[in-house]
């Protein structure tokens, strides 16, 4: 029997790794623009070197595609919606650290066994998932989040969730009308 497979499962510690991020998220609110920023991602890459960022976005930001968007009207839900065309992106370090230690202490793991390795890392990716969600919820409520006329949430994981999960996930964290727009990014209505 190979060595590694007699070591333990490896363990996450999920508490920490949400308070982590849930700090993370706070302090990046304290440090932006209240008027000028709409739109705030938490965005989760779980594959290869693992981590986790805030994105973030701003109406001056979106005003510099003005001439984009008065010849086509509906690049305006792209620039406004599409994670990967925002100002800014900023590492959460610490939380993705230990993403990257736990997916190597898997790796360690599971050895050779391919599908053990996969069954581990999805069970994994879905806690992840469910844990930035539950942390941009928690955002919701806290006093630094009362302080933007505006601000718009999501969970942005490139490729990994299908356009009902991405609504469903707006939807937890958003008004109607800002779900209304994000549902016209998403399917061109």
């Known amino acids: 029997m190979n060595f590694l497979r007699k070591m333990s499962k490896p363990k996450f510690d999920y508490k920490a790794f949400e308070n982590g991020v849930f700090d993370a998220v706070l302090s990046k609110m304290k440090?932006?623009?209240?008027?000028?920023?709409?739109?705030?991602?938490?965005?989760?890459?779980?594959?290869?070197?693992?981590?986790?960022?805030?994105?973030?976005?701003?109406?001056?930001?979106?005003?510099?595609?003005?001439?984009?968007?008065?010849?086509?009207p509906?690049?305006?839900?792209y620039y406004k919606c599409c994670e990967e065309e925002w100002e800014e992106v900023s590492n959460i370090e610490e939380p993705s650290v230990a993403l990257q230690?736990?997916?190597?202490?898997?790796?360690?793991?599971?050895?050779?066994?391919?599908?053990?390795?996969?069954?581990?890392?999805?069970?994994?990716?879905?806690?992840?998932?469910?844990?930035?969600?539950?942390?941009?919820?928690?955002?919701?409520?806290?006093?630094?989040?009362a302080e933007f006329p505006e601000l718009n949430l999501n969970l942005h994981m490139r490729e990994k969730l299908s356009e009902e999960e991405q609504l469903e996930i707006y939807k937890k964290l958003n008004s109607e009308k800002a779900v209304e727009e994000f549902r016209k990014y998403l399917y061109g209505e």
């Open 31 to 72: 440090e932006l623009d209240k008027k000028d920023t709409y739109a705030l991602s938490i965005d989760y890459f779980p594959d290869f070197t693992t981590s986790v960022d805030i994105w973030t976005n701003s109406f001056s930001h979106l005003n510099k595609h003005k001439e984009e968007i008065e010849e086509d």
């Open 101 to 145: 230690k736990f997916y190597k202490a898997l790796e360690d793991w599971a050895g050779e066994n391919d599908d053990l390795l996969e069954n581990t890392r999805g069970e994994h990716e879905k806690a992840v998932k469910e844990i930035c969600i539950n942390v941009l919820q928690k955002i919701k409520q806290t006093a630094e989040f």
């Open 74 to 77: 509906s690049m305006c839900f």
